[in-house]
């Protein structure tokens, strides 16, 4: 295990039985929301939240438009509220998709919210965009999009005056990350060899998330551009969702009953995806847990960590620029 467990089991027990976790009262007013893989789950009750505290625009950022229509029809028969959601398509194994959808997104208006909560979670190997699709998908898509979002957030946040917040949906799994491939020379080559196993893939793919987070806050903080942006990770704790839907038996079991016994539900997950979308500087680099500031592994802190966490961004950085040149200048 890379680190610490961000919290006791006795911990993990208490605030998945007994913790209330707010419901999201405070309005989005006038602002344009972006949630990505919200045709479903977490993401798709976030989305509801948002229509219903008065958003103008929400956002479905799917990769299948049949599967975000069903979900603005679910919204909008809830919420009484149409004209609000849109459907846009997004296939995160693609980067033309991403770049497509960027390009998009340069010409709303505004930007005040981007969430970015699609993952996958696999259990065999298969590669998109010449890497293995858990990586392509939780990490190198994730930071093209984050890094093709955020001239637009920034602009949002002058012409407005507002703080507008650009988040990630990580998970409390990071803490169980072995990660052994951070010893190799290229830390992503390592990942995509054909004999890597892929026991701890998400947890690895979710501590990755998590250190170019934090490694981006740090150097938008540096950057001396005007418009600032709130950059976050937040932790929904144990969801029953579809995450895992690829997990076969007898791992189903075990996963059904620890659902029965422990999960929040969807919709509870999705109030911390608002929570982390109210931002507010105090919130700017952080880690979000029970939708208050939590405590990563003690190796993301650590002197490997930090090393680590340089080492992975120049490597995402490499990567990103080939896929999209200049990108890092967004910065
Ligand atoms: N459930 C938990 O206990 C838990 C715990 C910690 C963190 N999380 C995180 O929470 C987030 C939301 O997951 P969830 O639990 O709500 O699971 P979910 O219901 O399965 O949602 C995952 C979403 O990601 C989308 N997605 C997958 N691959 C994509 C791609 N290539 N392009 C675009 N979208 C894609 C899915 O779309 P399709 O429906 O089309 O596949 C779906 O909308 C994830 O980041 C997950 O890692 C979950």
Excluded at 41 to 65: D, P, Q, Y
Excluded at 114 to 121: D, L, Q, R, S, T
Excluded at 137 to 154: E, G, Q, Y
Excluded at 269 to 291: I, K, M
Aim: proline share 3%.
């Amino acid at each position: 295990m890379t680190g610490s467990p961000t919290t006791s089991p006795w911990q993990f027990l208490a605030s998945h039985l007994f913790l209330k976790l707010p419901y999201p009262n405070k309005e989005f007013t006038g602002q344009t929301i972006i949630v990505t893989g919200s045709n479903i789950g977490m993401g798709l009750e976030a989305a509801r939240h948002f229509t219903r505290l008065n958003a103008s625009k929400v956002i479905l950022a799917v990769r299948s438009c049949s599967k975000g229509l069903a979900a603005k029809q679910s919204i909008e028969a809830s919420t009484k509220r149409l004209n609000v959601v849109e459907v846009w398509g997004l296939d995160l194994t693609s980067y033309d998709s991403v770049k497509a959808f960027a390009a998009r997104v340069n010409g709303l208006e505004r930007l005040d919210v981007v969430i970015e909560n699609a993952a996958v979670f696999k259990f065999e190997r298969e590669v998109q965009e010449g890497n293995e699709v858990s990586m392509t998908v939780n990490v190198i898509s994730t930071f093209l999009l984050a890094l093709l979002v955020v001239p637009k957030l920034r602009e949002t946040g002058v012409k407005f005056n507002t703080l507008p917040v650009l988040t990630f949906t990580g998970s409390f799994t990071h803490a169980d990350a072995r990660f052994p491939e951070r010893k190799a020379e290229k830390i992503f080559e390592e990942l995509n060899r054909d004999d890597a196993t892929l026991k701890q893939r998400y947890e690895v793919s979710k501590l990755i998330q998590l250190f170019c987070t934090r490694e981006l806050a740090n150097r938008l903080d540096k950057s001396g551009k005007s418009g600032r942006i709130v950059i976050s990770t937040l932790n929904p704790g144990f969801v029953a969702t579809a995450i895992m839907r690829e997990a076969k038996w007898p791992f189903t079991w075990s996963l059904a009953i620890m659902k029965l016994l422990l999960a929040r539900t969807p919709e509870e997950g999705g109030r911390t995806l608002v929570n982390a979308a109210y931002g507010g500087e105090e919130t700017h680099g952080q880690y979000l847990d029970d939708c208050k500031l939590g405590t990563v592994s003690t190796f993301v802190t650590s002197e490997e960590g930090v090393e680590t966490q340089e080492r992975l961004w120049a490597e995402l950085s490499e990567i990103l620029e080939k896929t999209q040149p200049g990108i890092m200048g967004n910065i």
